[in-house]
């Protein structure tokens, strides 16, 4: 069809100049308002938009209760097309199909039959073929429509009225959540758990000023419908719901279950809200075949009605935390899910509300329920008790009713004149049925209105008493507590609150398996690494002139340290060392250490450890073992010393430590307390023995109540108690006394690691 031009017009006629800025801006306006409150936001009210409003509405205007038979969705679909949204069809079975999906809406507002989708990501089948009615909880939300709880307002064509808002006996903003772009905003409320909102207003209001911290207490995070571990910072939840802005981090549900011979598989049974499983699974799958998933060796969905998503490891070594971190990090098994609760504040201002807020605002809104529908109730008593006046005065002057109404021609102005009736009470004993005047008693009659008017009195107090609404209201709360709490199928918590791991992982590392090894480390500097842990190390061959130094028992999982004499330490990988054959390689080759430097210590890192490095010339501090671990050839320098002095000691900090023992080359010890010796990062230290002659050879922290124990040129075992100590008992930096009798003529203590 083509459209005829507009035609100019006529002559003389008065013209508007405009200018085309802000004709723009005027007709964007418009639009930008119109789907903002028309649309895309919520109302924090009762939590829906209007398409959700008018599905609900048009079901019960359809008599489609809890209780009623299904009907099919497209009967549904067509009345509110037709009477309420003019919107497609496709919309709004979308919209009901959507609040019918247990996987979608914390509390479903439709029962569906049929069907509806699923958490895969299947669409539901056409409406032709699925049928629908509310569900009990919708029922909470319409209750009380029919009694002027709300405002109603014109459909889009004027024919008919439609709720501007529901009732709402309950937050439905928070309990099922709201998503929705608009133009310029959006709105993105997870779903709670009802049994807990109903706490936090209950408690909002016997404590009207309460903090949002203690709010947090009540409602400690979301509740989604598909589950999942939430393992937000608290201090992080608690901003969010303080601004109305922030994220969740919500991850999968998962188990290690064992299976024959000693392997083992992750079992995931809740998936994160909105991610949809057959794309997870193919995201997986897909990454397995890009090697981008080095720990999971296959992955399959055995779901059938619950989750089952099953993922096994490469190796049976491969540490489960560590694969699932490493899968959290690459999929949607954890996802952020982001809050922003923009939403309209009576059906008109958009605004961000944090969490006190919107249970404030709803609490406000039931006020205005409870206060029109009890007017609402006073007015049909009034017109109920005006009505049975009447009746007593017809009852006490039946015969003369009787006649008035058989003979006289105007009887309704009669009957007003003769006993001083209104109009309603003449209109009412005209419509009275014959068969009504042998029940119409006076007994009768002033039971009624005895009752009524103590109702009436009651329901007077209500409205002229804020304590008494609160308390009315608090017990509509109670009830619905009870009906929806966490002792119900559809109440319990779904999402659990945790904390996620803090681990640090290499992935490489992860991969290697772990079995125990000998690391060999030659006089002259050769490394290599023999399967087990060997304890005769008699046989071991060298090359012609070198001998062995070290012999440390590790695993292929660990770390080796290796401390040289000027101050640097250097970190190896045990699983990357050569093999057992032949004489092993050079350290230097896997290191750049400096040709005129030797090791002075090897050792297996102990994460969390502390360490205690001197020098020849005395000088030394502690330092945290983390902290000595190299990421690059060159080495990370610790301990600053300058030539000719060299690094001459590295001891571990025993747990309980406090005392240090040191020997100088003249053969003097010293015992000072560990805490006169600094913990450092990296530096030269202070100074623990002054050495008149020679340098610093040994140093060992002990506990004091363990005494001191040294290893003779025998191997024997020798301790000294606290009290034998008392002669080189002193402070730290003195020169100490000669050693004890019989302390080996090394000078050393024996071996640290």
Known sequence: MIQKPIPPPPPGAPIEQITLKVALEERYLSYALSTIMGRALPDVRDGLKPVHRRILHAMRELGLEANAPYTKCAQVVGEVMGKYHPHGDQAIYDALVRLAQTFSVRYPLVDGQGNF?????????????????????????????????????????????????????????????????????????????????????????????????????????????????????RETILEAYRTGRGGFRLRAKWEKEETARGGWQIVITEIPYQVVKGRLYERIAELIGEKKLPLVGDVRDESAEEVRLVIEPKTRVVDPVVMMESLFRLTELEIRFGLNMNVLSGGQIPNVLGLRDVLKQWLEHRVEVLIRRTEHRLRKIEHRLEVLDGYLIAFLNLDEVIRIIRFEEEPKQKLMSAFKLTEVQAEA????????LSKLEEMEIKAEHDRLSKEKRELNALLASEDLQWEKISGEIRDVREKYSKKTVLGRRRTVLAEAPTIEFDLEQAMVEKEPVTVILSDKGWIRAMKGHMEDTSKLDFKQGDELKHVIHAHTTDKLVLFATNGKFFTLEVSQLPGGRGHGEPVRLMIDMEENTDFVEVF??????????????????????????????????????????EAKVCVPVPPGADHVATMGENRKMLVFQLDEVNEMARGKGVMLQKIKDGVLIDVRPFVRKEGLTWLDAAGRTFTLEWRELGDWVGQRSQAGRIAPKGFPRSNKFGPAF
């Open 117 to 233: 989708g699923n958490i895969d990501g299947d669409n539901a089948a056409a409406m032709r073929y699925t049928e629908s009615r509310m569900t009990e909880i919708a029922g909470a939300l319409l209750e009380g429509l029919d009694e002027d709880t709300v405002n109603f307002a014109p459909t889009y064509d004027g024919k008919r009225q439609e709720p501007a808002v529901l009732p709402a006996a309950f937050p439905s903003l928070l309990a099922n959540g709201s998503s929705g772009i608009a133009v310029g905003m959006a709105t993105n409320v997870p779903p709670h758990n009802l049994d807990e909102l109903c706490a936090a207003a209950l408690h909002l209001i016997k404590h009207p000023n309460a903090t949002v911290e203690k709010l947090v207490e009540l409602v400690p995070g979301p509740d989604f419908p598909t589950g999942g571990v939430l393992v937000e910072p």
């Open 429 to 436: 004993i005209l419509n009275l049925r014959l068969r009504s």
């Open 604 to 645: 297996i890192h102990e994460p969390g450890r502390k360490l205690l490095v001197a020098s020849t010339a005395g000088h030394g501090f502690v330092v945290p073992e983390d902290e000595v671990l190299a990421s690059t050839r060159k080495g990370k320098q610790v301990l600053n010393v300058d030539a000719p002095d």
